[in-house]
T-cell receptor, first 116, second 117 residues
Framework: AQSVTQLDSQVPVFEEAPVELRCNYSSSVSVYLFWYVQYPNQGLQLLLKYLSGSTLVKGINGFEAEFNKSQTSFHLRKPSVHISDTAEYFCAVNLITQGGSEKLVFGKGTKLTVNP | GAVVSQHPSRVICKSGTSVKIECRSLDFQATTMFWYRQFPKQSLMLMATSNEGSKATYEQGVEKDKFLINHASLTLSTLTVTSAHPEDSSFYIC?????????????FGPGTRLLVL
């Protein structure tokens, strides 16, 4: 069964510093991978997704992620963070059920706090 | 981008009452809508998937008679928590997609916080 592990529940970082939010998945089949961001009191917003092709995926707000099949990872990175990047970040993988339907399996989230 | 709204954003109710939560896709037609539940410091857990005009598909462990889902139109899905109890207190989030495939992006609503006293 597919599962998603976000190794860090909280990541504090100073403004303009680089950041990496880690995500590992377990799956025996091909996957689609996603990163979502949730700002306070708002819904989830898609940052980026990997479906196929280039393993380096660029998303909105200067974020990027790299799909590493051998390490089953999909870490999210940003070279220089802003205060406004403070939010909860969720990694997700698609799961295809036996019935053929699809659903997203989410990690527990990583709270990124950017300090001045 | 596509916008999904939820109403109400927050609701407090007495134990034993029923609560209806609406999820609307404002500027696109949602063939498929998903309902999630999120506990504090936990990930989103899919409760059910609904396709317009057909019965919802519930995840294992989710009581279909307690969490009634209706997807009567391409822009509206409702979740009714029947005979709510304190353990049903949670953050309920819907998402909408133009298809059931994840090649198409899911758009999430802002969530509804339910507190059952």
């Amino acid at each position: 069964a597919q599962s998603v592990t976000q190794l860090d529940s909280q990541v504090p970082v100073f403004e303009e510093a680089p950041v990496e939010l880690r995500c590992n998945y377990s799956s025996s089949v091909s996957v689609y991978l996603f990163w979502y961001v949730q700002y306070p009191n708002q819904g989830l917003q898609l940052l980026l997704k990997y479906l196929s092709g280039s393993t380096l995926v660029k998303g909105i707000n200067g974020f990027e992620a790299e799909f590493n099949k051998s390490q089953t990872s999909f870490h999210l990175r940003k070279p220089s963070v802003h205060i406004s990047d403070t939010a909860e970040y969720f990694c997700a993988v698609n799961l295809i059920t036996q019935g053929g339907s699809e659903k997203l399996v989410f990690g527990k989230g990583t709270k990124l706090t950017v300090n001045p | 981008g596509a916008v999904v709204s939820q109403h109400p954003s927050r609701v407090i109710c007495k134990s034993g009452t029923s609560v209806k939560i609406e999820c609307r896709s404002l500027d696109f037609q949602a063939t498929t809508m998903f309902w999630y539940r999120q506990f504090p410091k936990q990930s989103l857990m899919l409760m059910a998937t609904s396709n317009e005009g057909s019965k919802a598909t519930y995840e294992q462990g989710v009581e279909k008679d307690k969490f009634l889902i209706n997807h009567a139109s391409l822009t509206l899905s409702t979740l009714t928590v029947t005979s709510a109890h304190p353990e049903d207190s949670s953050f309920y989030i819907c998402s909408a997609s133009t298809s059931g495939s994840f090649v198409e992006t899911q758009y999430f609503g802002p969530g509804t916080r339910l507190l059952v006293l």
